[in-house]
Structures are given as C-alpha cells and as structure tokens.
C-alpha cells in the first residue's frame, strides 16, 4: 500500500530578483519591489510530501526523523538566514525567485533519498505566494 507523509519547516532568507544586463528601470518594471537594490527578506514556509509503499514490520516507509533531519541538515541549516543571491553558490547565476528556489530543494533532497520514494516540495514565500515541484 502507498501513502504520503508530509513534513514542515520554516527558515528566512533574503533575496533580489534582478537581470544584470537590464537597466535598474526594467529590473523595477518587472520584479517591482523585488528588484531593491539593498535586496528583501521572507519568512520561508517549506512542506515536503514524501509518497511510498508502507513496510509491513515498521508500518511505514521512512522514519519521520530520517526526513526531518534531512530536511534540517539540507535546506534549514544552508538557506536559513542567508542572502541567496550571495550566499549560495548554487545558486549564483541564478535568479532566486521561488519557483527556482524550490527546485533548488528538490534537486537537493532527491539526492538524500531512495529512488522509490517519490518527492513534491511545496514552498510558501509568503500566506499568499507558493510554487511546488514537481507541479
């Protein structure tokens, strides 16, 4: 039998959405706000769905530990409280905009896990804004 679990976490971090070969006038056209030069912060809202075939003996397919300790040592501890267009070196060359951001995470977590375990990242910029991948 498959089933999901579903895991939360929170970090802050800040960010520009900005094309360097724009003039700061085109950058502001389409990035509004977004575009300050001295860069914005989120309070980041991170939900991680894990989908696979319970074990009979366990009566679960991974240890809910597993995947908050993963998900604390692999985003948590490398996003948090960082600027991302700085601090993240992969992320650089790379416009930080939440959709790219969650792809981010969930390249980086699928690594972490076993091929049957299938991963959607949900990930809220805010109450209002969220992208998930894959959609």
């Not at 976490?9 to 959405?17: I, M, P």
């Not at 790379?94 to 896990?113: D, F, M, Q």
Request: hydrophobic share 35%; with cysteine.
């Amino acid at each position: 039998m498959r089933v999901s679990i579903y895991r939360k976490a929170h970090f802050n971090a800040a960010h520009r959405l900005y094309v360097n070969e724009w003039s700061e006038e085109k950058n502001w056209e389409v990035f509004g706000k977004c575009a300050n030069p001295n860069y914005h912060g989120h309070n980041y809202e991170l939900e991680v769905k894990l989908t696979g075939e319970i074990d009979p003996v366990t009566g679960y397919f991974i240890n809910l530990k597993t995947v908050s300790d993963l998900i604390k040592v692999h985003v948590e501890e490398v996003l948090d409280h960082k600027n991302l267009n700085l601090d993240i070196p992969e992320l650089q060359g790379i416009i930080p905009s939440t959709e790219n951001l969650v792809y981010y995470i969930w390249k980086t977590l699928r690594k972490e896990l076993a091929d049957e375990i299938e991963l959607s990242v949900r990930l809220w910029e805010s109450p209002r804004n969220s992208a998930e991948y894959p959609a």
